[in-house]
């Protein structure tokens, strides 16, 4: 049955993929317009709740996968990441120095090293994803009513399409959604 399902769902993403290249044009150029229009109000809003925000993209796309996808082996992260296990283990090891990862021995293989994201870590991504919100929240507040609620609805329609893009690429770690 989970085989009909699957064979199903990649012929509908499939369909759903063919966007013509004006359309695509558009889209970009029109999602480009609007994060610029956010990115600054998003950066000085961290800048003035952190004071001394100093974490790179790499630490903050480890934090955002660790709380999505909970506890991982470091040789996860390294795949995920697409980084050597050098680099991992490096950007691992100041997680764990800033109280924003913990890890630990698997209990099967003590061999192979588990991590987590801890609450401050959770409390830091909680924390930039609402400034992120206030910052679009800012630029849509120059909507009309009708406008933010064609906004609400393809936001609605947009986290939708990344779950089931999710889904797709990784339909085992979705199973249970």
């Given at each position: 049955?989970?085989?009909?399902?699957?064979?199903?769902?990649?012929?509908?993403?499939?369909?759903?993929?063919?966007?013509?290249?004006?359309?695509?044009?558009?889209?970009?150029?029109?999602?480009?317009?609007?994060?610029?229009?956010?990115?600054?109000?998003?950066?000085?809003?961290?800048?003035?709740?952190?004071?001394?925000?100093?974490?790179?993209?790499?630490?903050?796309?480890?934090?955002?996968?660790?709380?999505?996808e909970?506890?991982?082996?470091?040789?996860?992260?390294?795949?995920?990441?697409?980084?050597?296990?050098?680099?991992?283990?490096?950007?691992l090891?100041?997680?764990?120095?800033?109280?924003?990862?913990?890890?630990?021995e698997?209990?099967?293989?003590?061999?192979?090293?588990?991590?987590?994201?801890?609450?401050?870590?959770?409390k830091?991504?909680?924390?930039?994803?609402?400034?992120?919100?206030?910052?679009?929240?800012?630029?849509?507040?120059?909507?009309?009513?009708e406008?933010?609620?064609?906004?609400?609805?393809?936001?609605?329609?947009?986290?939708?399409?990344?779950?089931?893009?999710?889904?797709?690429?990784?339909?085992?770690?979705?199973?249970?959604?």
């Amino acid at each position: 049955m989970f085989a009909l399902y699957k064979c199903c769902l990649y012929a509908n993403i499939e369909k759903m993929q063919q966007i013509n290249i004006n359309d695509r044009e558009t889209l970009v150029r029109s999602i480009s317009q609007f994060r610029r229009a956010i990115v600054r109000e998003f950066v000085f809003n961290i800048l003035h709740t952190f004071g001394d925000f100093d974490f790179s993209l790499p630490q903050l796309g480890t934090l955002l996968l660790l709380d999505e996808e909970g506890e991982l082996t470091i040789k996860q992260v390294t795949e995920i990441l697409g980084r050597s296990v050098s680099a991992t283990s490096r950007l691992l090891d100041q997680l764990v120095e800033r109280g924003m990862v913990s890890r630990r021995e698997d209990e099967r293989d003590r061999r192979v090293k588990r991590v987590a994201i801890t609450e401050s870590g959770r409390k830091l991504i909680a924390t930039l994803e609402q400034r992120r919100a206030d910052a679009q929240i800012v630029v849509m507040e120059y909507l009309s009513a009708e406008e933010r609620a064609d906004v609400t609805r393809a936001m609605v329609l947009l986290a939708e399409a990344g779950k089931r893009r999710r889904h797709y690429e990784h339909p085992e770690s979705t199973a249970t959604e």
